[in-house]
């Protein structure tokens, strides 16, 4: 578990004045870049009534939940072995994209090539993520962090270029995992395995809060049953 973080009588509290509880009312992420702003658009085919398919907002910046996120992160990233982070890393490759692991699976394990679903999916579900992305606009933890004066020293990620909620990779990891164990009953466990593994990398390196993947994972179940 990610989420062990030890809350004590020391770090509960929440004290910032005025000036910077007004500064994280008004904190947004603002656009997407770095390739990810060509998904603010296009036509989404293969999931009928993803519209309908909505999830909670985030935390407000300025919340204890969202302060008591933070110290989580703090202690995950110093517990984080090193292992997790050069998988987290390599995951985080704009190409290919991590999508194509499961593909490298099912060619493994079932001699069938699902390349194409999964370019025609991994494009869907990342529109569907983005349109909650840019609805919320949550701002990634280094910038909520900044203004409470915490160092967590996050590492700079290739595909962190988005407004944190809910995290596309939670999100996509998770659909494609549960759509794909539909078709491969058989893989199921080692399928979703490897979506949620997906999302909880990036909460360890620190690009994502625990919530962010809380609901990515949330919003998969909700389109997997539309998904064409």
Known sequence: ??????????????????????????????????????????????????????????????????????????????????????????QDKPKPSFEYAFADFIAKEEMDNIRPLIDRLGDDLTRVGMVHKLRYQRPRPYQVAEVYGMDLEI???????????????????????????????????????MGDEFGLNRVRMGWHFPSDHIAGQELARKIVPKIK
């Open 1 to 90: 578990m990610i989420y062990d973080y030890e809350i004590t009588p020391d770090n509960a509290g929440l004290k910032i004045g005025f000036v910077d509880r007004l500064k994280l009312k008004k904190l947004s992420y603002g656009s997407p870049a770095g390739g990810e702003e060509a998904y603010t658009t296009g036509k989404i085919e293969s999931i009928k009534g993803w519209e309908d398919c909505d999830i909670n907002p985030p935390p407000p910046n300025e919340s204890e939940t969202t302060y008591q996120e933070l110290l989580q992160l703090k202690g995950i990233i110093t517990a984080s072995p090193e292992e997790f982070r050069a998988r987290a890393n390599e």
């Open 155 to 193: 590492p700079v990620g290739q595909t962190t270029k988005t407004p944190s909620y809910p995290s596309n990779h939670s999100f996509i990891g998770k659909a494609i995992a549960l759509h794909l164990s539909n078709l491969y009953p058989k893989h199921t466990q080692k399928l979703n395995e």
